[in-house]
Nanobody, 125 residues
Framework: QVQLVETGGGLVQAGGSLRLSCAVS????????MAWFRQAPGKEREFVAA????????NYADSVKGRFTISRDNGKNTVYLQMNSLKPEDTAVYYC??????????????????WGQGTQVTVSS
């Protein structure tokens, strides 16, 4: 069973930064495409960013391009989301997701089989 644990959420003022981490309990971590999604109250879960197995290719939602950066350390079985210039509309529970059956940077939640429990990010105005 693949387990994902997100950390790094919290309360930050608009314009601030946070770095989320997602540790994965899987020896073959490098075989997984990793992604971040988020879900605000009353809204559907939405794609934020994804990174390929080797970390070379990334994909971002238009709403976070230029502000967020996804990265991974395959030696530490960890994926990161650096979030800069945060806005109140970034407030949500952030989830990391993993999938090994493809190497495309999928944006749909149904494509990912493994999920973390989520970490709350709150951006005050």
């Amino acid at each position: 069973q693949v387990q994902l644990v997100e950390t790094g959420g919290g309360l930050v003022q608009a314009g601030g930064s946070l770095r989320l981490s997602c540790a994965v309990s899987e020896r073959t971590f490098s075989r997984y495409v990793m992604a971040w999604f988020r879900q605000a109250p009353g809204k559907e879960r939405e794609f934020v960013a994804a990174i390929s197995r080797g970390g070379v290719n990334t994909n971002y939602a238009d709403s976070v391009k230029g502000r967020f950066t996804i990265s991974r350390d395959n030696g530490k079985n960890t994926v990161y989301l650096q979030m800069n210039s945060l806005k109140p509309e970034d407030t949500a529970v952030y989830y990391c997701a993993a999938e090994s059956s493809f190497n495309q940077l999928e944006t749909r939640t149904r494509e990912y089989d493994y999920w973390g429990q989520g970490t709350q990010v709150t951006v005050s105005s």
